[in-house]
């Protein structure tokens, strides 16, 4: 891995944790994430115009796919509010990032999607899924399942779910994306992200304008602060820097190895800014979730 990569991934890492650190702090609605993705899709605009795509000749199956990709993106986005309203960023941050590795590992291995997982990749998953019941834990003398099972039901599976389908769909509609383009797979990829941010606001826009706590909230609070702007901001230049750094990598898993660095990072904001617990079975647990992620994309 070159410097550059180095410290183009480097700044992606910060960029990832800080937007959802901004967005713990902000205990936000689901209308200040339709805000974030609007926002940030105004930097994609252009892209939608400078590639060169023929609109008319996509198959059908790349708008189901893609149909599929925006609704979960929708869901993953609601999840994300729930849980930054209750739930410590040092607790729902790696389990967010953990659970949709072992999910997309079993519904692939369920269906025959892509190549088979290695030994070391089993065994990575299985080091993620130790760290992920470890890291609730109040004790590491007493261990209690209820705590696993009260972290990982309700808005932290349903975004740990809706990035885990979104990541599939998009995957196979991206195939289809990448295949009839005629740009370059940078801005290929910016557009069809720009897609992906007009299926998201259009999945949230009948929350966001028919409930009229959500309507209120964007009208008279999210539009009017600081948070969501730098948050849509943070969201869309992580992902264009990740972009920018699989063309400096010889070996994309280098990369995602890397990305896991966003884990601990994440943690320690919470605990040092936002005054959450420190206790050892947080640790042991991130720490666990970084080496078992880097031994599954290695």
Request: aromatic share 14%; hydrophobic share 55%; with cysteine.
């Amino acid at each position: 891995m070159t410097w550059n990569a180095f410290i183009v991934i480097l700044v992606s890492v910060f960029l990832h944790a800080g937007w959802n650190f901004i967005s713990r702090a902000s205990r936000p609605s689901i209308a200040f994430f339709w805000l974030v993705e609007a926002f940030g899709g105004l930097f994609l605009i252009p892209f939608l115009f400078i590639v060169k795509m023929p609109w008319s000749e996509l198959p059908a199956a790349f708008w189901i796919f893609f149909a599929v990709s925006s609704v979960f993106e929708g869901l993953y986005s609601i999840g994300l509010s729930k849980t930054y309203k209750t739930t410590d960023i040092s607790i729902a941050y790696p389990l967010m990032r953990a659970l949709p590795v072992l999910l997309v590992a079993v519904i692939t291995s369920i269906f025959g999607l892509g190549s088979k997982l290695s030994w070391l990749a089993g065994g990575g998953m299985a080091v993620v899924a130790g760290g992920c019941f470890i890291l609730p834990q109040k004790s590491l003398k007493q261990f209690d399942f209820k705590s696993f099972i009260k972290s990982v039901c309700g808005p932290i599976m349903l975004a740990a779910l809706g990035t885990t389908f979104y990541t599939i769909s998009d995957s196979m509609a991206l195939s289809y994306f990448n295949k009839y383009s005629q740009s370059g797979s940078l801005v290929t990829a910016c557009a069809y992200f720009m897609l992906v941010k007009i299926g998201i606001c259009s999945c949230l826009a009948g929350i966001v304008f028919g409930i009229k706590e959500e309507r209120d909230d964007l009208l008279c609070k999210c539009w009017k602060t600081l948070n969501p702007y730098l948050v849509g901001i943070g969201t869309g230049f992580a992902y264009l820097l990740v972009l920018w750094a699989m063309g400096m990598v010889s070996n994309v898993s280098y990369l995602q190895a890397f990305r896991q660095l966003s884990l601990p990072l994440g943690v320690a904001m919470g605990i040092i800014f936002l005054h959450e617990k420190f206790t050892v079975p947080k640790v042991i647990g991130v720490i666990m979730i970084v080496i078992g992620l880097i031994m599954t994309v290695i």
